[in-house]
């Protein structure tokens, strides 16, 4: 079945001994051994065994076929095979981790999970036929001081570098889980985060086996760790010797296109749920929580249906609250289609002051995904650095809210044409506002539009079923980019407008008779279809 559905080349390097609720261990065919587990100790304890008599036959006969199909791969070993000569323990898996690495076989080995039963040879075989972090090139990064990239190699006498890849709050506290890419991680040492530029001491090192933890002095190169004591540490900053400073590339975080209104349903926890909330996004850099002063709804955004179901339900597991849920709604964001002119004043007295600026601003269409570009075509000496720095804050600001339901202004490219304040009290407020008055001017004038999250949707399916799920993509206005053929399944990239794939998951699976898969994260923004 994994040849003809996955179009694997597997490859069977354990039997089972027993069968179902009589499962007690394993053959080894490589080493031609057996491994029997005590069903008292969850998978615990273990010894090795000589392969009952039943199934020595069975053995040799997957043992021979083992040989011949990593035979027909490696060069060398179907010399050895064609000759007749005995191929060793260490031949074998030598070829199976060249075959297993280069994707041209995987290797199949059994056991019994609830049981915990099988779990220690399938981590050595892990160790055996898995890429090390030896066999690709050195971590890089930058020097946050001089920019120059510089490399670390994995191996302790190397200076510290790790990256904190997730922030888990445990009772009020930061549990930070770290993965160390070169040197060494004591208790008490002081290392560097060059993001907040900010030095932070470890105090506690924790080896972590799913909710249960073990107290470390120390972790070396290699090692995937959790530590308490770093208050500025987020996810996806670098930790380092403070004395050979390194910037590892940092983790690309989606962008949420989802939002959903949520409130208590009891009048009692209305103040535990901003606090529980600032948790949940603390650990979670996708997840985002703002309060609407117009509806006075607490509106929490993250990266699909999914993300935000979760959510909800960690909201009563872990913090005993019960929430009501609004509608998922889509975070659009606004544009403009043709370019257009617009001019600004600001005239007020306030607390005695006169404050006056006038602003005319050039407002056309940017590049998708360019976002909001500013510049000035005034001479250099006709606005003060600081009066040029309040017009774009002030453009910034404008920006933020669109003139045609209010959502953030992207993809313009805003010049400033004229700037003007009175000489004799030039204000910085006044060119700041007349700023941010103009650019929502100009934007009713320049034919505004709204522009809609599209999404890269990544779909694996059958070749059967590749026909059905095309036509369902085109259903939803999604275009398909690409159809990559792999064996007996089909990879289909596409994209297509969040709006249209609610509810996506429950259809594929229809379609595909629950064999379909897919993957969903956000592209761009374009402009909405009707």
Avoid at 10 to 15: F, R
Avoid at 21 to 44: A, K, M, N, P, Y
Avoid at 152 to 172: C, I, S, T, Y
Avoid at 298 to 315: F, M, P, Q
């Amino acid at each position: 079945m994994m040849a003809e559905r996955l179009g694997a080349n597997p490859l069977i390097i354990q039997i089972p001994i027993g069968c179902e609720d009589r499962f007690i261990g394993v053959i080894d065919l490589i080493r031609l051994r057996g491994v029997v587990w005590d069903e008292h100790s969850l998978g615990t304890d273990f010894r090795e065994v000589s392969i009952p008599e039943e199934l020595k036959e069975e053995a040799s006969r997957h043992r021979s076929r083992l040989i011949e199909s990593l035979a027909e791969i490696d060069d060398d070993l179907m010399e050895k095979y064609v000759n007749g000569e005995e191929i060793s323990e260490s031949e074998i898996k030598r070829a199976l981790r060249k075959a297993t690495i280069s994707m041209k076989a995987v290797p199949v080995l059994c056991g019994a999970a609830l049981r915990n039963q099988g779990i220690q040879p399938l981590i050595d075989a892990i160790v055996d036929y898995l890429p090390s972090p030896l066999d690709v090139p050195p971590v890089e990064g930058t020097n946050p001081g001089t920019g120059e990239v510089e490399k670390r190699k994995p191996g302790d006498e190397e200076p510290l570098a790790a990256l904190a890849f997730k922030v888990m709050m445990d009772q009020g506290r930061k549990l930070i889980y770290i993965r160390i890419y070169s040197g060494v991680l004591k208790v008490g040492m002081e290392v560097y985060n060059p993001r907040p530029r900010k030095k932070e001491k470890i105090s506690r090192i924790f080896q972590m086996h799913a909710n249960q933890r073990d107290r470390m002095e120390e972790a070396k190169t290699g090692e995937i760790v959790a530590v308490m004591g770093l208050k500025e540490t987020t996810t996806g900053d670098t930790l380092c010797d403070p004395a050979r400073p390194i910037l590892l590339e940092p983790i690309d975080f989606y962008k949420p296109v989802m939002s959903v209104a949520v409130e208590p349903k009891a009048n009692r926890d209305q103040e535990k749920l901003p606090e529980s909330l600032e948790k949940l996004s603390e650990e979670d850099p996708t997840f985002r929580v703002r309060y609407d002063e117009d509806t006075g709804q607490t509106i929490i955004s993250g990266v699909g249906e999914l993300h935000l179901d979760v959510l909800v339900n960690r909201l009563l597991r872990e913090f005993h609250l019960e929430v009501n849920v609004g509608r998922p709604q889509v975070v659009y964001r606004e544009t403009v289609e043709r370019e257009a002119e617009a001019s600004a004043k600001f005239a007020k007295e306030l607390e005695d002051v006169r404050h006056f600026g006038e602003v005319s601003l050039r407002i056309s269409p940017n590049v998708r995904g360019k976002g909001i570009e500013f510049r000035s075509e005034l001479p250099d000496d006709a606005l003060s650095p600081e009066a040029l720095a309040a017009v774009e804050e002030g453009v910034r600001e404008g920006s933020a809210v669109g003139v045609i339901m209010g959502y953030p202004l992207t993809d313009l490219r805003i010049t400033l044409l004229k700037a003007q304040t009175d000489p004799d009290h030039p204000s910085l407020l006044a060119l700041k506002i007349a700023s941010s008055n103009a650019v929502r001017e100009g934007c009713r004038k320049a034919s505004p539009t709204l522009l809609e999250p599209m999404m890269a949707v990544n779909i694996i399916v059958p070749e059967e079923f590749m026909g059905e799920v095309v036509g369902d993509l085109k259903a939803r206005k999604s275009s398909v980019e690409a159809i990559a053929p792999k064996g007996r399944i089909a990879q289909i990239d596409a994209i297509s407008p969040l709006t249209r794939m609610f509810g996506y998951s429950t259809e594929l699976r229809s379609l595909t008779q629950g064999r379909g898969t897919f993957t969903m994260q956000f592209s761009h923004y374009d402009k909405a279809l009707g």
